[in-house]
Structure formats: structure tokens, C-alpha cells
């Protein structure tokens, strides 16, 4: 343990370092905003749109490991998936924790946070997303406290420990609360495109179905790869096998069944329609974005069929470093490939 611990001391020190760095420079940002307001960042009235966007979206998404992996362990009894369980709603808190801290920012006004919960839009897409954003991150709240309080630091206070044990008898309600929650929000946000003046592309019946799919797919593989990675740091299998093998299974199909209905909204809307407020989108989306070159090579040749290929082939779910590449290109293409190209497209459509 000893020589292990000399063995991770130099690269963790630097990997603190460099994260407190990042830190300083983000405080250094988001205060320069709060001071100035939003003009500081390039955005006005015809750009609305930035890439914190893009990371707000994907950290949600990416966050959808903890409600896939918490209705699995504890509304479906699949007692085997326990171990991914905790690491994924700690990955789901932290993506959470981004994305609120993202929109703190980019509201304009961060002191009116608290406006939508009280001052109800029922019909506009964002206050949905926006009121099951904020409840499903109080439910991950609840869900991370019992892992907290069981560390030896709050040992000395036990009311804090047996109420953390009530909070874990809890998980089954938290994790029907957490998934329906998540599943109301994941689909908004595909359904958002539709109001742009893009929405001869973006506006249909799928787009929701396939924001809930990519992010199960996108946050499960995203736990599974932190999993995996993680016991490479340490040296040591944090799953078995047979885990890892059903997991990466289940992602492989899902991203079958999001490439099955992404190519066939991709013929709907651009190969087969001739509409003229569709074309009229395609050519103006076209010459302001790399849109073909980032959907064809990135999304689909990488993002989905490279990863689908390696998660279904056993003797690939058996080598960790295939693993991890399928992975990362899983979730570097699906979430951070798609979200990049809808807010830079949507920000182009408005100016």
C-alpha cells in the first residue's frame, strides 16, 4: 500500500494542481461576468447562444448514468449492477452540479434564480427543463449524502450517520423520482430545437426520443469508462467481468437503436425532403457550420458505429483499452459532437 500510494503521490499532485488552475481561471471568468454581465463573453441578442452551452448539455446528459444505473439496482432488483451504481451518481452529481453552475452564469441575472420555480411558464420547454433540472438535482443531492456521511470523518456524529442510513433507505423512491425527472428533462431538451428559426431541421417527433437515448447511452458509457479507467490508476478491477460485459452490452444496443432512428431522421429531413424551408435551413446551416463533416465522420463513423463495433465484439468488451477508446469516442462523438454543432448552428440561425 505504501509503495502504491509513492507510486500515485507525483501524478495526482499534478493532477490537483492543474485542476486548481482551471479552477482560478473559471472563478476569474465567472466573476468578470457577474460584474460586467453576459457582453464580456461576445454574446448579445443575435448570438444568444455560447459553447458553455454545449457543456451545460452534455453535462447533463452525461449525468444520465445515475438514473439508468439507480432504476436498474433498485426498481429492478439487477443486484449484480450495484457496483456502478455509486459511481454513477456521483458521476450524475457532478454533471449536474456543472450544468446549474453553467446556468447560474448564463441567465443574465443569477440573483433571479429562483424566478422559475416560483413564476410558473407552463408553456415554454425551458421552465420544464429548467424546474426537473433543479428537482433532479436535489434528488442526487439526497442520493450522495449516505455515501458521504460514511466516511470515518462523521463517525464522531452518529445522528448525522442514521440519518444518512434513513436517506438510503430511501433509494427506491429517490430513483423512481430520479427517473422520471430525468427522463422529462432529457426529452425537453431535444424537443427545445424545435422553437428555433431552424426548426424546419430541428423540429420533429424524434428528436426527444433520441436525446434520451444518446444520453443513456452517453452516461453509461461515461461511468463505465471512469470505472474503467480508475482501476487502471489503481492497479486494481473496481467491477467484474461479467459486469462490465453486460454494461458495455447494453450500451452497444442502445447506440444501435439511437443510430437505427438517427439515420432515418437524417433521410426524413435531407435526403428525401425537398421542401423549401427545409432546404433553405440546410444550405444556410451548411455554409456557417462543418455540419456534414462533423454527422458523418464524427457522430456516426466514430461516435457510433467505431463504439458499437467494439462494445458488441466479446473479445473487444474483454480488453480494457479497446474498452476505453470505444468509450471515449462513444462519448466524445454522441454528446459532445451534437450539442456543439445544434448551439453553434442555433446561434448562427439567429444572427
Known amino acids: 500500500m505504501a509503495t502504491l500510494r509513492r507510486h500515485l503521490a507525483e501524478p495526482l499532485s499534478l493532477w490537483l494542481g492543474l485542476l486548481l ?35 451545460d448539455l452534455s453535462a447533463i ?24 451504481a455509486r459511481p454513477a451518481v456521483l458521476v450524475g452529481f457532478i454533471g449536474y452540479t456543472c450544468a446549474m453552475l453553467a446556468l447560474f452564469l448564463d441567465i443574465g441575472r443569477p440573483d433571479r434564480f429562483w424566478h422559475p420555480l416560483v ?20 434528488v442526487l ?91 487502471k490508476i489503481l492497479h486494481r478491477r473496481l467491477v467484474p467481468y461479467s459486469v462490465q460485459l453486460t454494461v458495455s452490452r447494453f450500451v452497444g444496443y ?7 432512428i438517427k439515420l432515418w431522421d437524417w433521410a426524413a429531413t435531407s435526403y428525401y425532403s ?16 462543418p455540419y456534414s463533416l462533423t454527422f458523418w465522420w464524427w457522430e456516426i463513423v466514430l461516435g457510433l458505429i467505431v463504439p458499437a463495433g467494439i462494445l458488441l465484439v466479446q473479445r473487444l468488451r474483454r480488453d480494457d483499452r479497446a474498452m476505453l477508446v470505444g468509450l471515449g469516442l462513444l462519448v466524445f462523438g454522441v454528446r459532445g459532437t451534437q450539442d456543439t454543432t445544434k448551439s453553434l448552428s442555433a446561434s448562427n440561425f439567429r444572427s
Not at 24 to 39: D, E, K, N
Not at 274 to 289: E, I, K, N, Y
Open 61 to 84: 446528459a452525461l449525468g444520465a448514468g445515475a438514473f439508468t444505473f439507480s432504476a436498474a439496482v433498485y426498481l429492478f432488483r439487477i443486484k449484480s449492477l450495484e457496483p456502478m
Open 141 to 231: 443531492v439526497m442520493e450522495v449524502l449516505p455515501l458521504v456521511l460514511e466516511n470515518p470523518f462523521f463517525g464522531r456524529w452518529p445522528r448525522l450517520r442514521r440519518a444518512g442510513h434513513q436517506l438510503h433507505r430511501a433509494t427506491p423512491i429517490l430513483a423512481l423520482l430520479g427517473m422520471g425527472l430525468s427522463l422529462l428533462h432529457q426529452s425537453s431538451l431535444g424537443a427545445t430545437y424545435g422553437v428555433l428559426s431552424g426548426r424546419a431541421i430541428w423540429f420533429k417527433p424524434s428528436l426527444p426520443i433520441l436525446f434520451i437515448l444518446s444520453a443513456a447511452a452517453g452516461g453509461v458509457g461515461l461511468t463505465l469508462w471512469l470505472t474503467i479507467l480508475t482501476g
Open 254 to 260: 442502445t447506440v444501435l437503436a439511437y443510430l437505427y
Open 119 to 138: 413564476y410558473w411558464n407552463v408553456h415554454s420547454v425551458l421552465w420544464e427543463v429548467t424546474l426537473c433540472v433543479v428537482l433532479y438535482s436535489a
Open 21 to 55: 488552475v482551471l479552477v482560478a481561471v473559471g472563478a476569474v471568468g465567472g466573476i468578470q461576468t457577474l460584474l460586467h454581465g453576459l457582453q464580456v463573453t461576445g454574446l448579445n441578442d443575435h448570438v444568444p447562444w455560447g459553447l458553455w452551452i454545449t457543456h
Open 274 to 289: 425537398h421542401a423549401p424551408g427545409t432546404a433553405d435551413a440546410l444550405t444556410r446551416l451548411q455554409a456557417t457550420t
